[in-house]
C-alpha cells in the first residue's frame, strides 16, 4: 500500500472531525437576525452549560434554541441517511440503493398526512409519530412482498419500488381529496424535507438513535466488506447472510424512520455522499463508514444553510436544495465512471 495513502485517508477523517463543530457555529450565526460569531459561540456554551456570558435572552434564544438545534438535527441526519445509503449499496450490492427504496419515506409521507388531514389519532399520534407508524407498517409491507430478506436482493428492490408507488398512490389520493390549498402547501413543504420545527428534544433523539444504529453497524464493517464480491463468497467465508442482512436492514430502515419522521423526506444524500466518499477512501467498510457520515452531516449543514440564505427572508424546503446539488453531483459521477 502506498505510504502516503493512510496520511489522506487520516487527514481526510480528522479534517472533518474538526470541521464539523466550525460548520455548526458559522451556520448558527447567519440568517434573518445577524449575530456575530463570537455572540453565538458564547450562546452555544451558555446553552451546553461551560460558561454564563450575559448575552440578550432574544439573541441567546434564537441561537440556541433555533439555529443551533436545526445545525445539529442537520448533523444527525445527514449522517444517518449517508451511512444507510452506503450499507443498503453493499448490502444489496445496487449502486443506486438509497435508505428510501425500501418505501419508507413513501410510509411515513401517509402516515404523515393521514394524521395531518383525515385526523387520524388526533390528541394521540403526532405528524411524527404518525410518519413513524406510517414507515414501520411500509417496511413490513416490503418484507412481506418480498417474502423475507432472503439471498434473491432483486426481490428486496421490487418491493421497495412496489411499496413506494403504492405509498406514493395513497398519499397523493388524500391530499387531492381531503386538502385545502393551504393545507396542500403544508402537506408539500412537509413532503420536501423541512427543519424549521425541529428543537432540541426532536434532534436528541434523532442523535441517539443515529449513534447506536452508527455502532452496531461499525461491528459489521469487515461483513459487508465480503458483500462486496457477492453472496457466494460471504458464505464461503462463513457470513451469516441472512442474518446479517436482516439486522443491517432493520438498523437502517429504523434509523430512515426516525429522521423522515422528524425533517421529512430529504433524497439524494443516502445515493450521492457514499459514491464520494468510495471515491475519497476507498471501498473498506472500516475506513469508508465514518468519512461518509462525516461527509452526510457536513453535506446537510451546507444544504440547511442554503436552503435559509439562497431567497431572502425565505426558507426553501431542504430536500429541494439536496436535489439541486445532488442530482447534477449524480450525474457528474455516473459520467465519469462510465466505463465501469
Same mark, same amino acid.
Given at each position: 500500500m502506498n505510504r502516503a495513502y493512510p496520511f489522506k485517508i487520516g487527514f481526510i477523517f480528522i479534517t472533518g472531525l474538526i470541521s464539523l463543530p466550525v460548520m455548526m457555529i458559522f451556520s448558527s450565526s447567519i440568517g434573518d437576525m445577524s449575530i456575530s460569531l463570537s455572540a453565538t459561540f458564547q450562546a452555544i456554551t451558555n446553552g451546553v452549560g461551560l460558561t454564563h456570558y450575559d448575552l440578550p435572552p432574544v439573541e441567546a434564544g434564537i441561537v440556541w434554541q433555533y439555529r443551533m438545534s436545526r445545525a445539529f438535527m442537520a448533523a444527525c441526519s445527514g449522517g444517518g441517511l449517508a451511512i444507510c445509503g452506503l450499507v443498503l449499496q453493499s448490502l444489496l450490492r445496487n449502486p443506486l440503493a438509497e435508505p428510501y427504496l425500501l418505501g419508507i419515506s413513501a410510509g411515513a409521507s401517509t402516515g404523515a398526512v393521514m394524521v395531518m388531514l383525515l385526523g387520524i389519532g388526533s390528541g394521540v399520534l403526532t405528524v411524527g409519530s404518525g410518519a413513524f407508524a406510517g414507515a414501520c407498517l411500509a417496511f413490513g409491507l416490503i418484507i412481506l412482498l418480498s417474502r423475507g430478506m432472503g439471498e434473491n436482493t432483486g426481490r428486496i428492490i421490487l418491493a421497495g419500488i412496489a411499496g413506494t408507488q403504492l405509498f406514493n398512490a395513497l398519499t397523493?389520493?388524500?391530499?387531492?381529496?381531503? =386538502?385545502?390549498?393551504?393545507?396542500?402547501?403544508?402537506?408539500?413543504?412537509?413532503?420536501?424535507?423541512?427543519?424549521?420545527?425541529?428543537?432540541?428534544?426532536d434532534a436528541v433523539l434523532c442523535a441517539i438513535v443515529i449513534v447506536s444504529g452508527f455502532g452496531v453497524i461499525m461491528c459489521y464493517a469487515r461483513t459487508l466488506d465480503t458483500f462486496s464480491f457477492g453472496v457466494d463468497v460471504s458464505v464461503t467465508l462463513g457470513t451469516p447472510v441472512v442474518k446479517v442482512r436482516v439486522v443491517l436492514l432493520l438498523i437502517t430502515a429504523f434509523i430512515t =424512520?426516525?429522521?423522515?419522521?422528524?425533517?421529512?423526506?430529504?433524497?439524494?444524500?443516502? @445515493?450521492?455522499?457514499?459514491?464520494?466518499?468510495?471515491?475519497?477512501?476507498?471501498?473498506?467498510? @472500516?475506513?469508508?463508514?465514518?468519512?461518509?457520515? @462525516?461527509?452526510?452531516?457536513?453535506?446537510?449543514?451546507? =444544504?440547511?444553510?442554503?436552503?435559509?440564505?439562497l431567497i431572502p427572508h425565505q426558507v426553501l424546503p431542504i430536500g429541494v436544495v439536496t436535489a439541486l446539488v445532488g442530482a447534477p453531483a449524480f450525474a457528474f459521477l455516473l459520467y465519469q465512471r462510465k466505463g465501469n
Open positions: 397523493s389520493y388524500i391530499v387531492s381529496t381531503s =386538502a385545502n390549498a393551504e393545507q396542500s402547501r403544508g402537506v408539500m413543504f412537509w413532503l420536501l424535507g423541512s427543519l424549521s420545527g425541529v428543537r432540541w428534544p =424512520a426516525v429522521i423522515v419522521s422528524s425533517i421529512g423526506a430529504v433524497g439524494f444524500v443516502g @445515493l450521492v455522499i457514499p459514491h464520494v466518499t468510495r471515491m475519497l477512501v476507498g471501498q473498506r467498510h @472500516l475506513i469508508t463508514l465514518p468519512v461518509t457520515f @462525516l461527509s452526510g452531516c457536513h453535506f446537510m449543514i451546507l =444544504a440547511d444553510l442554503m436552503s435559509r440564505t
